[in-house]
Every structure is written in C-alpha cells, then in structure tokens.
C-alpha cells in the first residue's frame, strides 16, 4: 500500500486571503489536448450547471504538473480532470446551492454556521485581486482516477459529495477496513502520492480537490507568496482589441 495519507487542518480562509499575489501571468490552456494517460471530463458542464464551460482550462504550469502526475500511475490507468478554472458564476451557484440545501435542512443554524458548513465543500465566491476564490485562478483542479476501462476507481464518496467521508483522511481513520474500505484507501493513497510528488497540494475536506500556484496552495506548501490570481479565458474579441490598439492612430 502506499503512504498513509497525513490528517490536515482545514485553511484558516481570513489568513490565506492575506497572502501576496505576484502572477506570473501563466495563461490558461486546454487539458483536453493533453495525451494518455491524462483525460478531461467537465463535470459541471455535463450536469447542465449555469455558466460552466464545455473545457477544462488550467495554467500551462498546472498543465504540465498533471502530466507529470498521470505518468507515474500504472500502466493503463489514467488521471481524470473533473473540473479546473471556473468563471464566476459557476462559483456563484455552487455555493448558493449547498448553502440553500444546508439551509434548508439545518433551520435553527446561524448564517456564520451555515457558511462555515458551506465552505467545507465550496469556497465562497469572490473576484477581489487579493483574495480570489481558488477555481476562479486556474490553479486549483478536481480530478479522479480511471482503470484500464475507462471506469472511475472507489473513492469512497462521489465527486462533490457534502459528506465527512469526502475528507481525504477519512478513512484512514477506519481502525478495521473491510476490503471495500480497503480498496478505497489504495485508491486515494494513489491519487494523494501521484499529485503531491507533482507539487500540488490537497484541500483537506475534499479527496478530489489539489491547487498549484494559487493562495491556497501556498498557505499548505509555506510559499511567501501566490503566483496565481484570477484570470479569465481570453477571447476573440480581447484579442483582436490588443491587436488594434497596436494600431498608429489617425
């Protein structure tokens, strides 16, 4: 079996957003022209979420850093991007929905109660410079891994699933493991070594979730200082602006 996944504390959020940006101003490129054994599926954009879009788009040094992370799995085995750089609304809604469904289910709990059970699972939306929400920096990405089928392995809880079994350490806290649970620990021992010896850094209450480069990774890796803020796909019309403004005036 492999390392024994560490118990972490959750990011003090009021002391992450204190830490320096300087972006290194990276730009944003599509996993889905990456070769095997990395593959893209976009979650969000296949549950029909508002807003999210049909690629995955991290930072050319994230790119690089999945690439690096999916060569070290076995042979026919694959690394598998769920989700990486999210615009604004998607953010948006992820956390209204869970706080909503928090809401809902938990009447008598104050709203700094139901933020807190929120941002377990959803950072909370923001597009301040100094303290971008993780997603919205394109240095945070949601990944599994695939067997030899094509088949996503038993991580225990599904992706996005608001539960404490979604903590990464979870299991490992389980002092007898039945063969299922033991499986599930081989499974996430694979995916927390092959990201981590990559250079990501996990987010403790969710398996699925590791950053690189942004304010969170940062704060778990001791860096001084972030070198991902938020960023913003480039398009046509962006583009052909800057082209233009190149342009001898009149």
């Not at 040094?61 to 999210?86: C, F, H, K, N």
């Not at 806290?173 to 996990?202: C, H, Q, S, W």
């Amino acid at each position: 079996m492999k390392t024994r996944i560490p118990l972490m504390a959750d990011p003090v959020w009021s002391e992450v957003m204190k830490i320096a940006i300087e972006d290194n101003q990276e730009p944003l490129v599509p996993v889905s022209l990456a070769p095997a054994p990395l593959q893209v599926y976009p979650a969000y954009y296949k549950m029909g979420i508002p807003y999210a879009v049909p690629e995955c788009h991290t930072r050319t040094g994230i790119y690089r850093r999945l690439l690096q992370a999916a060569e070290q799995l076995p042979t026919g085995m694959s690394l598998l991007v769920l989700d990486s750089w999210r615009p604004y609304g998607v953010q948006q809604y992820l956390y209204d929905t869970l706080y909503n469904a928090l809401e809902t289910r938990l009447p008598n709990k104050s709203a700094a109660e139901l933020e807190q059970l929120t941002r377990e699972f959803v950072s909370l939306p923001c597009t301040r410079a100094e303290a971008p929400s993780p997603h919205l920096t394109g240095g945070s990405v949601d990944v599994t891994l695939l067997d030899q089928q094509g088949l996503m392995l038993d991580m225990g809880t599904q992706f996005d699933e608001a539960s404490a079994w979604s903590h990464t350490h979870a299991f490992e806290e389980i002092a007898a493991p039945d063969a299922r649970e033991t499986e599930v620990i081989k499974n996430r021992r694979l995916l927390y070594g092959i990201m981590t010896a990559a250079g990501f850094t996990n987010l403790p209450s969710e398996w699925w979730h590791f950053d690189y480069g942004n304010q969170l990774w940062a704060w778990y890796s001791g860096a001084e200082r972030a070198i991902y803020g938020a960023t913003q796909l480039d398009s046509l019309e962006s583009r052909w602006r800057r082209e233009v403004e190149k342009y001898p005036a009149d």
